[in-house]
């Protein structure tokens, strides 16, 4: 009875909250069917204290669920009360309230919220943080940063921008690949074509082969191109660098060594107006510093000086220049060979629209640099992109789709010591051209440079890169999410070789030839997730659980042709005598993972987040394929507590963080745990190229990370601290075999340890601030160190001559300097174990080659129209020294080499000389501590300069803002090191170059 009792008064209570529901609704019905005939249209535009509007703020009609948002113009339009009041509030700015007051038109300034703008949500990837919230390590960088650097690749937009990250150009040359490592090297695979240090890239949740084209132009050919140089700078929105452990764990093997997060600009509900964009700049580009090299007289000097020294006498044959060639010619190879202006041109046109629902953002762009070689030679790239935001009514179902595509067309002829000829070059060398317009080889008394200009070369690359989200609410906590992505690279690159190339005294023994070379990435990704948030008093919880399905196939052919009979012929292989496959290449890479992350915080103070991955590669052998991976990472906003705030009001906000996980790595290259085999040259055969080994598993990267975060006077001044230890073991290498097998090497894991620790440190400050006036400053630091601290055994293996335990990775294993021989006048080293030659064993002197400390100083200024922004780059380290030729060799050395003499009269050098034991001393004293030297650098990296015109000038054209702008890279250096660039010392390369450009912005 008493059962039956409690189940009727519940069901009473039911019925009885179901009538008192359902009247509450009735009154609110009545009450807004009153009120309808009091509101009013009500428009307007909000703007900042720069008068610039605002798009995506948020208006509300105050206690009630109406609202709004600003279009891309910043209006809006809402109905209101007319004795109601409006709410404008937008991250980053202080929220307004306005009453209507019978208003139809009400247009507001926000003012900037210094202490909001930890509120800027980032992407992490498979969900999105706030500076303010995340627990991992995460750099951003925006669109404003970068958009105006004339560069072909995203990545060289980073430099000196992020803590930690490392971006060193390798070539000048348009489209060549940089050197890009977060936090050190993990790994001692490092080659090109084998390098397990590279980060994962990924464009709009589609991950990108990271990578470098392989080229066979010889300028690219032995460190690629840039897989991202086809994306358009100005599309970008954004770019993450996540960089710890719980950060990339989520990625699992694949974000081992860092993860780069590249967002693109996408359509926004923001209203009915459309919004297009205009910029166009044109400038030039050069390089900006040439090695400071010996003039004819000096040259010559030192030439007749060298033959005196070894008491040899000129002749034709070892003395051209002095008895063959003008004496009275100067000629400065470096301005002749590589001293060009490029010509830089840029046009970018985007137009966005679209409405509650349904938005879109469509753009295009043409990019062209030109040549800073002799010749009319250029690398164009075409872009263009689209973007389609749609969501139901209802907004439970949402749809993302961004496609992104690049033509480039590099036109470039082949060689691969242009730049190194134009430094070695006697500076009396011959004229380039007859009289009658040919070239001139001089009685084939001397190689012509130009001849290389009678090849031609061009490469042609397509990228796609597109990615679909789909997004459905399936409850009020619970989403379904599915990210598919598809990705093309198609690169075909042509060299044509005819016998012109050559001296004409050898045209009967060469033939005309072509190389070909055709490389096809095609990978897609099928990721399906389920994403949870519940929300109930101070308890808060975001988690995901997914899988990832995801295929590469990289395609690889080389083909060489020679014997065409006729110039006119060459490049078409049907032509050919002869064809030849020089590779063929065709490679499957198949991943799967499930994935997990559990996100909870407690009254937005104290953060924990979960992150978990199980692995599959396709690189290991059935038995080892699969691993697990995760992290965790905390966080406690400390000045949340009153204690705190009471205690030190002047801290304004204040986190300790942590982080540890393991990560795998799995970039090796495919099929290494089985038996390969090559087609004999001759038809029928096949001989083994690999052997197996089935039993190698994973690399692991162990990390671990602490850090401190505040902010100041109301976050007008914000510091980070970050310390980190990264351990990476198991190493995936190539372990040497004895000749005897009849491999090389064989895939396993080796015994060693390579850690990475270091310190960054960021600062951001806001100096001055006013109506008019407005100066910002950050600065980030890294103070990095990498150090191999196991390998077992590395004296018994082939590693031995590489590394050093308890040593870094970059390194120098060197001779000891020991000054100058007074019998002979020639450098030596010492010879350690005193049996009377130079050889590996002498080379006892260990010399850090990496980077001390790198970072970033950016200054952002503001005043009325004007606007400055600019960069420089600081980085401690030691390098080669530049090295090109011995004094007194037939060829140019730089002044440095020989006009270094004490008062009295002793030379702290090598006397000048031709003979091979001079020569030989010289380089080995290369090799030595006297070839490392002082590689530090600060350098202007951008500078930027826009005025933004005034609306009484732009006022005939309606809703629009007009900028002009001045914009400059590299533009200079500060810096003792004596060769052509101290990013990449010891390089002979075509450096960076330097760029000035100038243009226009129409927003309209």
């Not at 926000?110 to 969900?127: F, P, R, T, W």
């Not at 753009?363 to 075409?382: I, L, R």
């Not at 789709?401 to 006697?426: E, H, I, K, P």
């Not at 937005?604 to 699969?626: A, H, I, K, V, W």
Request: hydrophobic share 35%; no cysteine; charged share 20%.
């Amino acid at each position: 009875m008493k059962n039956n009792y409690s189940r009727l008064k519940w069901v009473a209570l039911i019925i009885l909250g179901g009538i008192i529901f359902f009247l509450s609704k009735a009154a609110t019905a009545a009450t807004t069917t009153s009120l309808s005939l009091q509101q009013q249209e009500v428009s307007g535009i909000v703007k900042d204290q720069s008068g610039l509007p605002i798009p995506g703020v948020t208006v509300t009609v105050k206690n009630t669920n109406r609202g709004t948002i600003t279009n891309l113009d910043g209006e809006y339009n809402i109905t209101a009360p007319a004795d109601g009041t409006l709410v404008f509030s937008y991250i980053g700015f202080k929220t307004a309230e306005i009453p209507v007051d019978n208003n139809e038109e009400i247009s507001v300034l926000l003012e900037e919220d210094v202490a909001s703008l930890g509120e800027v949500k980032i992407n992490a990837g498979y969900y999105n943080t706030t500076e303010r919230e995340r627990t991992g390590n995460i750099s951003r960088v925006t669109a404003e940063e970068i958009e105006l650097q004339p560069l072909t690749s995203p990545l060289q937009a980073l430099q000196g921008r992020v803590a930690g990250l490392e971006v060193v150009d390798q070539s000048g040359v348009p489209g060549a690949a940089p050197t890009i490592r977060i936090r050190g090297q993990n790994s001692l695979r490092n080659s090109q074509n084998d390098n397990g240090n590279l980060p994962l890239y990924i464009v709009d949740g589609m991950p990108i082969n990271s990578g470098p084209v392989n080229s066979i132009n010889q300028f690219t050919s032995g460190i690629g191109t840039d897989p991202l140089s086809g994306l358009n700078i100005s599309n970008i929105k954004s770019i993450e660098i996540l960089k710890d452990a719980d950060a990339t764990a989520i990625y699992g093997s694949r974000g081992a060594n860092g993860v780069i997060l590249i967002t693109t600009k996408g359509g926004s509900f923001s209203g009915k107006s459309d919004r297009i964009e205009a910029r166009v700049y044109s400038g030039v580009s050069r390089v900006a510093n040439f090695v400071n090299l010996l003039e004819t007289p000096r040259y010559l000097e030192v030439r007749r000086q060298a033959f005196e020294n070894d008491g040899v006498e000129p002749t034709v044959s070892n003395a051209k220049d002095l008895l063959l060639w003008d004496t009275d010619r100067n000629t400065n190879w470096q301005e002749v060979l590589f001293g060009r202006s490029a010509p830089t041109f840029n046009a970018n046109l985007n137009y966005a629209g679209g409405g509650e629902f349904t938005s879109f953002n469509i753009g295009a762009s043409y990019f062209k640099q030109g040549s800073v070689f002799p010749g009319d030679y250029s690398f164009e790239k075409t872009t263009a992109n689209f973007a389609l935001n749609h969501q139901s009514q209802n907004r439970k179902f949402r749809l993302n789709l961004s496609v992104n595509y690049g033509l480039n067309d590099n036109s470039l002829f082949s060689s691969s010591n242009f730049v190194r000829t134009a430094l070695n070059l006697s500076p009396n060398a011959p004229r380039l051209y007859n009289e009658d317009g040919n070239l001139n080889w001089e009685d084939s008394s001397w190689n012509n440079p130009l001849a290389a200009l009678e090849g031609e070369g061009e490469a042609k690359t397509n990228s796609l890169v597109s990615n679909l989200g789909l997004q459905y609410d399936l409850t009020k906590s619970l989403t379904f999410k599915a990210n598919l992505g598809y990705n093309l690279l198609n690169s075909k690159e042509n060299i044509l070789l005819p016998i012109e190339t050559y001296d004409p005294a050898i045209w009967n023994r060469v033939s005309n030839r072509s190389q070909h070379s055709f490389v096809n990435r095609i990978s897609w990704i099928a990721e399906p997730q389920f994403h949870y948030k519940k929300n109930k008093g101070y308890h808060n919880i975001d988690a995901l659980v997914g899988a990832t399905f995801q295929e590469n196939n990289n395609d690889n052919l080389v083909i060489n042709g020679t014997g065409y009979s006729d110039k006119q012929l060459i490049g078409n292989l049907n032509a050919a005598d002869a064809v030849s496959v020089n590779n063929d290449r065709k490679l499957v890479y198949k991943y799967q993972a499930m994935f997990a992350r559990l996100g909870y915080n407690w009254n937005r103070t104290y953060f924990l987040n979960l992150t978990g991955r199980r692995d599959g590669s396709s690189r290991f052998s059935p038995e080892n394929r699969y691993a697990n991976f995760g992290a965790v990472g905390m966080a406690w906003i400390f000045t949340n507590n009153l204690f705190f705030s009471e205690k030190l009001p002047f801290l304004s906000f204040g986190k300790l963080r942590g982080s540890y996980g393991i990560t795998g790595n799995d970039q090796i290259g495919d099929y290494r745990y089985l038996d390969t085999y090559e087609s004999t040259p001759g038809p029928g055969g096949l001989y083994p190229t690999q052997l197996t080994n089935p039993s190698f598993t994973w690399e692991t990267n162990k990390k671990i990370e602490g850090a401190l975060e505040l902010g100041f006077l109301k976050d007008r001044i914000n510091l980070n601290l970050s310390w980190y230890r990264n351990r990476s073991s198991n190493q995936l290498v190539g372990y040497a075999l004895p000749a005897i097998t009849g491999f090389n090497t064989v895939e396993a894991n080796l015994p060693a340890t390579v850690q990475n620790t270091g310190v960054e440190i960021e600062l951001s400050t806001l100096n001055l601030k006013t109506d008019q006036f407005k100066w910002r400053s950050s600065l980030n630091l890294t103070l990095p160190s990498n150090k191999l601290i196991r390998f077992d055994n590395i004296d018994q293996s082939s590693y031995a001559n590489a590394y050093r335990v308890g040593k870094p990775l970059d390194l120098g294993i060197l001779y000891q300097f020991n000054g100058i021989d007074p019998e002979t006048g020639y450098f030596q080293v010492v010879d350690i174990n005193q049996d009377g030659r130079n050889d590996f064993d002498d080379r006892t002197a260990i010399r850090n080659l990496g980077r001390k400390f790198f970072g970033g100083i950016n200054n952002q200024i503001n005043y009325k129209q004007f606007s400055l922004n600019f960069l420089f780059e600081f980085v401690k380290q030691k390098g080669s020294r530049y090295y090109n030729n011995v004094p007194g060799f037939l060829g140019n050395v730089n002044e440095e080499s020989v006009n270094n003499s004490s008062e009295d009269g002793n030379t702290s050098l090598q006397r000048p000389t031709q003979s091979i034991f001079g020569f030989i001393a010289y380089n080995n004293a290369n090799l030595s501590t006297y070839g490392i030297t002082d590689a530090s650098y600060i350098r202007l990296k951008t500078l930027s300069l826009g005025f933004q015109l005034p609306e009484k000038v732009t006022g005939f054209i309606p809703s629009s803002e007009v900028q002009l702008f001045v914009h400059a890279q590299n533009l200079f250096t500060l810096t003792n090191y004596d060769g052509l660039d101290p990013q990449n010392p010891g390089s002979l390369n075509l450096p960076p170059l330097q760029s000035i450009t100038g243009g226009i912005q129409i927003n309209f």
